[in-house]
């Protein structure tokens, strides 16, 4: 992994340094509604026994981004090798941050890197098909949507009955892109 700079943001490693950060993200009920239908709480939610990824520092496939201007806190990007070829691209963004550019930008770094220097030859994203937000980035970084499952959840959240869509870019499609 490397720092990735772009024009508004640093995007590094994750550390445990971050863990306090990344914990306010899940409180934040706008924030996690897509993903459990809340805040989450942490005095009962195990990170590692939930079907959403709770980072909290330590994990290899995530990257912290602040603001390059400010070092203030934005959010954070995961790349995680679902194969040597294949990767799912996530993201999760500070309220405040949003509607500003930061998540299609952030989002684009990881994915450049993930074609250049990870190696990749896919690139795969999945978010509620009601998530009209996330949903956007994806096609900004020029992902296409390839599937909508529909999955019978535990714990439905609103929304979760329009299903799952599935994205995906291709390391050719990423390469037509660059020209």
Known sequence: MA???TT???IRPCSPADRADFMDL???PEVMRFLNGGPVDHATVDPEKVTFLMPRGTEPH???ARRSRNDEF??????FP?????AEIGYRLCRGCWGQGLASEGASALVDWGFGDGGY???IACTMAVNHGSRRVMEKIGMKHTRTDFSDFPAPIPGSGDGEVWYELTR???RRRQR
């Open 3 to 5: 720092i990735l700079r």
């Open 8 to 10: 508004n943001l640093t």
């Open 26 to 28: 899940e409180r934040d």
């Open 62 to 64: 995530v990257w912290t």
């Open 74 to 79: 934005v959010g954070w990007f995961c790349l």
């Open 82 to 86: 679902e194969s040597r070829a294949l």
């Open 121 to 123: 030859d896919r690139i």
């Open 172 to 174: 050719m499609a990423w």
